[in-house]
């Protein structure tokens, strides 16, 4: 029987999946959109430019050309929940509903683009905290520095907070908000993946499943 709460959302996401840089460059190359090697080619291009960004940002007055990969940056981690969100749950789905076939292209693989998906989201952050590092406070480590941008970054998406670095404006902690919730939204999705390519040891059990 079908789920109206389950059907609301896999349009929801699906419409999502469309706002997004990924989707933009697949409409206007037709040919790519099916091939795997551009999405693995996509994936780590994204998360080099992330850590160039990261990189190569100085302290100071944000420049119009950091104000525009801030943006972008903020595009791509809603481009990767949503992402996340619809191979979790809902591609399968509507594909059966169509009365498609669904197969995915590895189990391994997906492991690997989600492992960068996650590294890609925390050096984001840490590249707006370095640009943002005036909305926080601390005595020790600074934000505006490679540094401490990406430890805070690290750090937070760890929910370890040890308090050396905290908000001191409303802005500053909404991004930590933010960072928190993609963070533990990604940690557990990570953790999916792995989980979903162990193979489950033969047990002498017979109640259970895998049974000699």
Not at 53 to 74: D, F, K, T
Request: charged residues 15%.
């Amino acid at each position: 029987m079908d789920s109206f709460i389950v059907g609301l959302w896999a349009r929801v996401f699906g419409a999502l999946g469309w706002l997004s840089p990924f989707q933009l460059v697949r409409a206007l190359v037709p040919r790519v959109r099916l091939s795997y090697v551009f999405v693995d080619f996509w994936v780590l291009g994204q998360l080099i430019l992330a850590v160039v960004s990261l990189a190569v940002s100085s302290p100071g007055a944000i420049r119009g050309w950091e104000w525009a990969l801030l943006v972008y940056g903020a595009t791509r981690v809603f481009e990767i929940v949503v992402y996340q969100v619809n191979v979790l749950l809902f591609d399968e789905y509507r594909t059966l509903k169509c009365g498609g076939h669904y197969a995915v292209r590895g189990y391994r693989r997906l492991v690997v683009l989600a492992v960068h998906n996650y590294v890609e989201v925390v050096v984001w952050f840490a590249f707006a905290y370095r640009n943002f590092s005036y909305l926080f406070g601390s005595q020790k480590m600074q934000l505006d520095c490679l540094t401490g941008s990406l430890y805070f970054a690290i750090v937070t998406v760890a929910t370890l907070g040890y308090g050396d670095i905290t908000p001191t404006d409303p802005r500053g902690a909404w991004i930590v908000m933010g960072q928190s919730a993609v963070g533990l939204f990604m940690t557990l999705m990570v953790l999916a993946r792995f989980i979903g390519i162990l193979r489950r040891p033969a047990t002498l059990d017979p109640l259970e499943p895998g049974a000699d």
